[in-house]
């Protein structure tokens, strides 16, 4: 390998779930993965990110400490890719961490725009002898933003087609589409909730993680009136581009919402599920285009029962993974926070305004020296 060719995506998602890390190199903008790792989030810190993220006055030494925590967590993750790859500091360009996402209050006119993110990126570069690239989210709400979703740049440069309409669909934690016309316009925004509520009351009634296949949630029933009244909230009938996270949809959220309502535990997983195939339907239904194919990313993949109801809620669209277009659905997000890191050494711009709502297209990320 020559040296500094590899970039290292780092991230962690609105599920909490792991730290996804990527190790990549370039063609031009095409990437090669070479290697990658799910790193485990002890339960303690995650309690403290959730801690973190519930809407709120907060404790400024909690922030301290478990963006201190993450960061060292980071770098452990880090680290161990490039021990089993066998993979030196000095053969890395640069680390691109997206960091965990503990706030994002989108622009309203009512309220402060603001995202933030932590795992103290100065750590990582401290401990793993690399530069890294953090904070992506910032620079893009300075000029009017979300911030986010900020992947669809890298969907635009690494999945689009001049002979066909395709939405690239995430389903993490949040969903969010991109659209990639064959005209070579690119749009995106959140959805709603991907795997977030689903993960939520799965851990509070079953103890588990996630729904394994969805196989809990399909032995339920949906019921019509919860579904009506969780579609009705705010953020649904918003025009994009719009951006939404843990603050707007949460455990608290849902136990609000369900107080009417006497369901077995299963039948609010159903309705849970068809609520998130529903939301990802309606926006892919109304772009004003045909879609002729739908690619999927994310943990939400893996979810079978959620992808039936997906596919019966876009019978006009061929639905797959993108595994099919040569990237591993898993670790599409890790790749691009290292193509975002490439483009910020490169002095590139890493937003799409159409997407985020910036004024201008800007650099993305601040630089973090060993």
């Known amino acids: 390998m020559d040296s500094a060719t590899i970039y290292l995506g780092l ?3 609105t599920s909490i779930d792991s730290i996804d890390v990527a190790a990549v190199e370039f063609t031009q903008d095409t990437p090669n993965l070479l290697g990658t790792r799910s790193h485990s989030i002890p339960e303690n810190l995650k309690q403290q990110i959730l801690n973190l993220c519930l809407p709120g006055s907060d404790n400024v030494q909690l ?11 980071f770098a ?11 993979i030196q500091a000095d053969q890395i360009a640069a680390i691109g961490s997206h960091g965990q996402t503990v706030r994002h209050s989108p622009p309203g006119a009512d309220k402060l725009a603001y995202s933030q993110q932590i795992g103290d990126p100065t750590i990582i570069a401290a401990r793993t002898g690399c530069t890294v690239v953090a904070d992506f989210r910032r620079a893009d709400m300075a000029l009017g933003g979300h911030g986010a979703p900020l992947v669809p740049a890298f969907h635009q440069q690494l999945f689009s087609t001049s002979d066909k309409n395709r939405v690239i669909l995430n389903i993490g934690g949040i969903a969010n589409i991109t659209l990639l016309a064959a005209n070579g316009d690119c749009s995106g925004y959140d959805t709603g909730p991907g795997n977030i509520l689903l993960d939520s009351w799965c851990q509070l009634q079953l103890g588990t993680a996630y729904d394994n296949n969805g196989d809990w949630g399909a032995s339920g029933t949906v019921d019509s009136s919860l579904l009506k009244q969780l579609k009705s909230q705010r953020f649904f009938a918003l025009p994009a581009p719009k951006s939404t996270g843990r603050e707007e949809f949460n455990l608290a959220w849902l136990k609000n919402q369900i107080l009417e309502f006497d369901l077995p535990a299963e039948d609010i997983q159903a309705t849970l599920m068809q609520l998130t195939a529903d939301s990802i339907a309606d926006q892919i239904n109304n772009l004003g285009m045909p879609i002729s194919e739908v690619f999927v990313c994310g943990g939400g993949v893996l979810n079978s029962a959620l992808m039936q109801l997906l596919a019966d809620a876009i019978p006009q669209s061929t639905l797959d993974s993108t595994s099919k277009l040569g990237l591993d659905p898993n670790w599409v997000e890790a790749c691009a926070f290292a193509w975002l890191a490439k483009r910020r050494l490169e002095k590139k711009s890493g937003n799409l305004p159409a997407v985020t709502g910036a004024s201008r297209e800007t650099i993305l990320g601040g630089l973090y020296l060993p």
Not at 63 to 73: I, K, R, S, V
Not at 76 to 86: I, P, R
Request: glycine letters at 8%; one cysteine or more; hydrophobic letters at 50%.
């Open 63 to 73: 922030y301290c400490e478990t963006d201190n925590l993450l960061g060292a967590l």
């Open 76 to 86: 452990e993750a880090a680290l161990a890719l490039m021990s089993s790859l066998n």
């Open 11 to 13: 991230m962690s998602g």
